[in-house]
């Protein structure tokens, strides 16, 4: 079967820096995908990670690592407003995406 | 430039009532996309199409069907509601089905099935 884990919540503190992990196992592997969903709004897109390795974009960064099914997302100098739901996607052999559960991110003054 | 659009917001429906959710892009996408999300679960793909006239079915299609007669609009029904189907549901497009090309998210409607 296929499956993506990320852990259901987390808490940091403002200012600092956060590492959200996602492991996965699919059939096939088209890349990977990070989006934020703030509480009760639509998901929108973070970054895609296709090769092995780290994409930096402002203060958030994504990794790879395909032959560990391994992927997380570093959030740098955190601030309230990143108060959100993180989730991973994986775009299988189908072309077609696979959700984690998302991870809940609580970040404190 | 609206994105994507989803009517209604809301609704309540009674087991075996119909209803139609309606999705709007203005982004000439050609891939559209319905998921549900329910708490504790990712995103579950119910169905989608890959163009107009098309249409495919995703991981979970039981109980629900869809059309795509115009580019734009993506139509989810749901011909007798069960209080299983009680979800929100998301409307997604994108330009493509693969590389890098992101899925385009509707705010969302709010189902409570009685």
């Known amino acids: ?109 | 430039n609206a994105g994507v659009t989803q009517t209604p917001k809301f609704r309540v429906l009674k087991t075996g009532q119909s209803m139609t959710l309606l999705c709007a892009q203005d982004m000439n996408h050609e891939y559209m996309y319905w998921y549900r999300q329910d708490p504790g679960m990712g995103l579950r793909l119910i169905h989608y199409s890959v163009g107009e006239g098309t249409t495919a079915k995703g991981e979970v299609p039981d109980g629900y069907n869809v059309s795509r007669l115009k580019k734009q609009n993506f139509l989810l029904g749901l011909e007798s509601a069960a209080p299983s189907q009680t979800s929100v549901y998301f409307c997604a497009s994108s330009s493509a089905a693969g590389g890098a090309d992101e899925q385009f998210f509707g705010p969302g409607t709010r189902l409570t099935v009685l």
Request: hydrophobic fraction near 35%; glycine fraction near 10%.
């Open chain 1, 1 to 109: 079967g296929q499956n993506i884990d990320q852990p259901t919540e987390m808490t940091a503190t403002e200012g600092a820096i956060v590492q959200i992990n996602c492991t996965y196992q699919t059939s096939g592997f088209n890349g990977l995908f990070w989006y934020q969903q703030h509480a009760g709004e639509a998901p929108t897109f973070l970054s895609y990670n296709v090769l092995d390795g780290l994409e930096e974009k402002g203060r958030f960064s994504s990794f790879l690592s395909r032959s560990k099914g391994y992927s997380y997302l570093l959030l740098k100098e955190l601030q309230m407003k990143d108060s959100a739901s993180y989730l991973c996607a994986v775009m299988d052999s189908n072309y077609q995406l696979i959700w984690g559960a998302g991870t809940k991110l609580i970040i404190k003054p």
